[in-house]
């Protein structure tokens, strides 16, 4: 039934060259496929008008219709154009030349709809998880392996796509061939050279299997701290706290240490810390450290332990570690907690505020034995 589709189009096409047979080869020629890449168009636009309005409702569906749109628009100019080449009054060189880029387009379109078709079926596939709870490490987990494989894949696929592209000129493939059959250095040469192509993308598919490191999740690298925000092919795009981003290549995660402070689960635990005089109530602040993030009531945040974690000569540290189900919560509950409970002690124990001590001796106060008596200030 195809061929019969195409003989009769041809024989369409065959006819209004006839007709057009007082113009020159060149003006039928251009008239024809001008015409049949026209028609092809329209043809699409109409099909594609008619099935937006049925699945409108449909957005699933919807959603394919849209992503496949550009790719079918190409595959019916192609199709409008080989059919209509043969019927067009030009010399055989010429068709050959057109035949041949028919073909190239032909080989890109086979990419295209390899790639479309895979985002497709990614997409389908992470619609059964959702990013937009608390508790999101299986659906970050998912989405940082379909998105690093599927950028892995898909610069497989246009290369592989370029390579066919290339095999089709004979004087390339005999070059290529002849290269690599008589000097051993040059894949040597072409091997250092794309090294660090090379390992980048070695490094994502590593990543993909291995994930230590996901979408959104929480880490320090080098002093910065933020949220991986997207893993590409060759590099990952870290969100800081300032709104900043830190690019760092992919296989600095797999070569180099950081840290992953949502590595097996979301939650987070954060730290406050506060220098306060010898004389400060610890208890009072444990118990006031407790009510301040349990009056915050945001996604389960609580105060793990407060302990005294070191002194010095004029203060001690009083940490105060507090988790949540969120590294971003956990860092705005560590942050108000800080200033509040500096404005409690302010307010209620100011005696709490670290002082500096000096000692001063008086020389109208003597001790036993004759020595001075320090005074403290």
């Known amino acids: 039934m195809r061929q019969d589709i195409t003989q009769q189009l041809q024989s369409v096409f065959g006819k209004i060259a006839g007709a057009l047979g007082f113009a020159p080869a060149w003006a039928v020629s251009l008239f024809c496929l001008a015409g049949a890449l026209i028609a092809a168009w329209l043809l699409h636009a109409a099909i594609l008008a008619l099935l937006e309005r049925l699945l409108r409702e449909r957005s699933y569906w919807y959603s394919i219709l849209q992503a496949t749109k550009e790719p079918t628009r190409l595959a019916f100019l192609l199709a409008a154009f080989a059919v209509a080449l043969p019927t067009s009054p030009l010399d055989p060189d010429t068709k050959a030349i057109f035949a041949r880029l028919l073909g190239l387009a032909t080989i890109c ?11 497709i079926a990614a997409n389908i596939y992470l619609m059964g998880f959702r990013a937009d709870v608390q508790d999101n490490l299986l659906a970050r987990k998912h989405i940082t392996q379909v998105r690093v494989l599927l950028r892995a894949t898909d610069t497989i696929i246009v290369l592989v796509t370029a390579g066919f592209a290339l095999m089709t ?5 005999q070059y290529g061939v002849s290269l690599f059959a008589s000097a051993g250095i040059a894949g040597v040469v072409f091997g250092l050279a794309a090294q660090p192509v090379l390992s980048n993308l ?5 990543l993909a299997i291995t994930q230590p490191i996901r979408i959104e999740d929480a880490v320090t690298v080098q002093n910065e701290y933020g949220w991986i925000e997207e893993i590409t092919a060759t590099y990952v795009v870290i969100r800081l706290w300032d709104l900043r981003r830190l690019i760092v290549p992919l296989n600095f995660f797999i070569q180099q240490p950081f840290y992953n402070w949502t590595r097996e689960k979301a939650a987070t635990m954060g730290g406050v810390l506060l220098y306060l005089d010898y004389a400060a109530p610890v208890d009072v602040v444990r118990k006031k450290a407790a009510d301040l993030v349990a009056e915050t009531n945001k996604d389960n945040a609580k105060v793990v332990s407060v302990q005294v974690t070191n002194t010095s000569a004029e203060a001690i540290e009083v940490r105060i570690l507090v988790n949540s189900n969120s590294a971003a919560t956990t860092s705005d509950v560590c942050a108000d907690l800080r200033e509040k409970l500096i404005a409690y002690l302010q307010r209620q124990h100011p005696e709490a505020l670290p002082r500096r001590r000096n000692e001063i001796i008086d020389p109208s106060a003597r001790q036993a034995g004759g020595s001075p008596a320090p005074r403290s200030v």
């Open 109 to 119: 379109l086979l990419g295209w709809m390899a790639i479309t078709a895979l985002h």
């Open 202 to 206: 070695i490094a994502g598919v590593q």
């Open 169 to 173: 000129f004979d004087a390339v493939r």
